[in-house]
């Protein structure tokens, strides 16, 4: 793998469970075979959960295009109408993100907004990468 783009499921996060409607939707809606992320962060009660998807072993379906060369991650909410959680973003950086950086040997600007690759806002309009990467690089350290 080369590179981790980054999403956001467009959705309120709550405090239940939402990753199964990420699933249920990938499977039953898009007709894939599980959800289309490697892994994601979501609130489940009052902590920030990371919940995996695909298995790293298997190509995601998360990026047209470059789903054969890259991991997918989603962060749960709609970060087009509120700033993500700093606690997200380290809950994250330091139990995920920052594990593949090290297993695939991927540089931190190669951690990449899924808007970069689609006419999108994803991960969000407030969503600011630069503040992901150094969450990561803190992560390694």
Known sequence: MKRIIIHHSATEDGKTFSWRAIRDYHTKVNGWMDVGYHAGVELVGDQYECIYGRPTTLRGAHTAGANHESLGFC??????????????????????LAVWVVQFNIKLDN??????????SCPGKLFDMSDLRSMVEAALS
């Open 111 to 120: 951690i990449h907004a899924h808007r970069d690759y689609s006419n999108k």
């Open 75 to 96: 962060f749960v909410g709609n970060y087009d109408k509120v700033l993500p959680s700093p606690d997200m973003l380290a809950v994250a950086a330091r139990r995920v």
